[in-house]
Nanobody, 124 residues
Framework: VQLQASGGGAVHPGGSLRLSCTASRGRKTLGVMGWARQSPGKRREFIASITSGGSILYSDSVKGRFTISSDNAKNAVYLQMNSPVPEDTGVYFC???????????????????WGKGTQVTVSS
């Protein structure tokens, strides 16, 4: 499975940015998909995930500001970033797991597939 992420760039605090991730196989053949980010000097951390059935989880750091969504017809997952802050700066990675019954969370340490990251820089 190949995951292609796009949409990163520079954004001012309080602005908005939308990340996209397209999978090389049908969305319904995958399990949980989502986003993680790696900030300078830090480990990769979970940001948001969505199951094929539409169940969503967010990290506390982005809850209320970021929105994850998916379009099964396009094999795509999106991350709408609203009101970003400088601490949101980092490389954002799209991840996907193979289907596992009952799984609803993307565990960063054991994700089956990662795409290449896209840089997001939040600064004034």
């Amino acid at each position: 499975v190949q995951l292609q992420a796009s949409g990163g760039g520079a954004v001012h605090p309080g602005g908005s940015l939308r990340l996209s991730c397209t999978a090389s196989r049908g969305r319904k053949t995958l399990g949980v998909m989502g986003w993680a980010r790696q900030s300078p000097g830090k480990r990769r951390e979970f940001i948001a995930s969505i199951t094929s059935g539409g169940s969503i989880l967010y990290s506390d750091s982005v809850k209320g500001r970021f929105t994850i969504s998916s379009d099964n017809a396009k094999n795509a997952v999106y991350l709408q970033m609203n009101s970003p802050v400088p601490e949101d700066t980092g490389v954002y990675f799209c991840g996907a797991d193979l289907p596992v019954y009952g799984s609803s969370c993307l565990l960063v340490s054991s994700v089956d597939y990662w795409g290449k990251g896209t840089q997001v820089t939040v600064s004034s």
